[in-house]
């Protein structure tokens, strides 16, 4: 009863941003992200009758805590799932992600999780099922189940039974590039669920972020089918700053952007200006992903490399879905 399942994290070209229901995870709005080869969890889940208790290990070192806590809640979900209450499980992890720093670590764990849990216990699921069990681990990590462009699906039924990721284009359909820029592998302030908490809550700009969600996904789907590049960057950088807007106008008002933050936004919009299409988006956190095209790699590296404050930069292709060893 032993499985080992490989997934990947993703960016969010069209942000998820703020719940409907906390507990179930239903978003608020549809979101649109691009599968990363770059960055990625492999874990392996092993049931056994004679462990009283789960055991998870990260990196090699035994975790505890809300960690575990939130590893086990979720093996106990997958073992309702299963009818198989009462069997606990030795989790390994290895996580090839910064945590908490922005790159959305939980997406490409849970989705690991979740695929070697499932083998592991021998349940016969389609990915459009798995996809939902995994979305009560981490909501983004529900479009790391596929590859290329997936968008996530809120769906309107309370049990969130239609609130899954879909494809939207294959991990082939396109070589855009995506270079992470590492700024910061501090812990942020303000967690995601936290700040997504206090911005529906609370932000004046809220509203208006939502409203908008339908256009850019239609305009960006568009986009992606026809490889329109600077029609895909031009939607997915707007979509990225009206969302963080939504933070300046909660209260009180945050933001995940330090100082170089802003030098590589305004680095990359001077790349535009001289020729070369590039496209920023940030996540829940100070680093940058910058979009660009593969005949323009080494003059992105080179220019983003050399922004004071930045310690790497990390080169992603589209990536595929879940694996499984």
Request: aromatic content about 8%; glycine content about 6%.
């Amino acid at each position: 009863m032993k499985a080992t399942a490989k997934a990947h994290t993703n960016i969010a070209l069209i942000k998820y941003w703020g719940k409907r229901d906390e507990s179930l995870i239903l978003p608020m709005n549809n979101s649109l992200s691009l599968t990363l080869d770059g960055f990625y969890t492999e874990t392996t889940v092993a049931f056994n009758h004679d462990l009283t208790e789960d055991i998870f290990y990260l990196d090699h070192e035994q975790i505890s805590g809300e960690q575990f806590t939130k590893v086990s809640t979720f093996l106990d979900l997958i073992r309702s799932y299963a009818n198989r209450p009462g069997l606990f499980a030795e989790v390994r992890s290895i996580n090839a992600v910064p945590t908490a720093a922005g790159f959305a670590s939980s997406a490409s764990g849970f989705a690991a999780l979740a695929a070697a849990a499932t083998r592991a216990l021998d349940l016969s699921i389609d990915d459009r099922t798995l996809s939902r069990l995994t979305r009560r681990g981490s909501g983004s990590a529900c479009r790391s189940i596929y590859g290329g462009f997936v968008e996530w699906e809120k769906g309107s039924k309370d049990d969130g039974s239609d609130s899954f990721a879909v494809p939207v284009a294959p991990q082939k359909h396109w070589d855009v590039r995506v270079a992470a820029v590492v700024l910061s592998s501090d812990k942020k302030k303000v967690s995601s669920r936290v700040g997504m908490k206090r911005t529906v809550e609370t932000s004046l700009f809220y509203t208006s972020w939502v409203d908008n969600i339908p256009t850019d996904l239609k305009n960006i789907k568009s986009a992606i089918q026809d490889r329109d590049f600077e029609r895909m960057g031009e939607i997915a950088e707007a979509n990225c700053q009206k969302m963080h807007a939504t933070t300046l106008g909660a209260t009180p008002p945050f933001t995940y952007w330090h100082d170089t933050t802003l030098t590589v936004m305004q680095t990359v919009q001077a790349l535009r200006t001289n020729g070369i299409p590039a496209y920023f988006t940030i996540d829940a956190g100070p680093n940058v992903k910058v979009l660009y095209q593969p005949e323009n790699e080494e003059v992105i590296q080179e220019t983003l490399r050399k922004i004071p404050g930045v310690t790497n930069v990390i080169v992603s292709r589209s990536g595929q879905g879940v694996t499984y060893q």
